[in-house]
């Protein structure tokens, strides 16, 4: 999966929210930003995930292993594609809002 995670502002870290995107793909791995801020290392915990509607979805975390890595993923991550009509390679561009443990859809682009 391609991502492509930048900061908010460009000096230096925004304490409030992190934009990243990604392609639709089958699973949403979170980008270690978005881990370190939601303390998911420390405790796995269920995420809010807010679609382009204002819909607004609560969804398990989990850890998955691929060749030695750990990566962290939303669980459902296919119901929500499916529920909100999006497709494999769509460019999905999310905000994380760290206050409210929040991954909020807020473009998605064909490619």
């Keep these: 999966m391609t991502k492509n995670a930048r900061k908010v502002s460009g000096d230096g870290m925004d304490a409030e ?3 990243f995107s990604c392609k ?8 270690i930003e978005v881990v370190n801020r939601a303390g998911l290392s420390d405790n796995l915990q269920p995420l809010s995930v ?6 607004v979805g609560v969804y398990e975390t989990k850890t998955e292993l691929n060749s030695g890595a750990l990566h962290y993923a939303i669980d ?3 119901k929500f594609m499916a529920d909100n009509h999006l497709e494999f390679g769509h460019m999905l561009h999310f905000t994380y809002v760290t ?3 929040k991954i909020v859809l807020n473009d998605v682009t064909s490619i």
């Excluded at 639709?24 to 980008?31: E, F, K, M, Q, T």
């Excluded at 807010?50 to 819909?55: A, L």
């Design 24 to 31: 639709g793909h089958y699973r949403l791995r979170l980008p």
């Design 76 to 78: 459902g991550w296919r």
């Design 17 to 19: 929210f992190f934009n």
């Design 50 to 55: 807010q679609n382009m509607i204002g819909d």
């Design 99 to 101: 206050s409210q443990k």
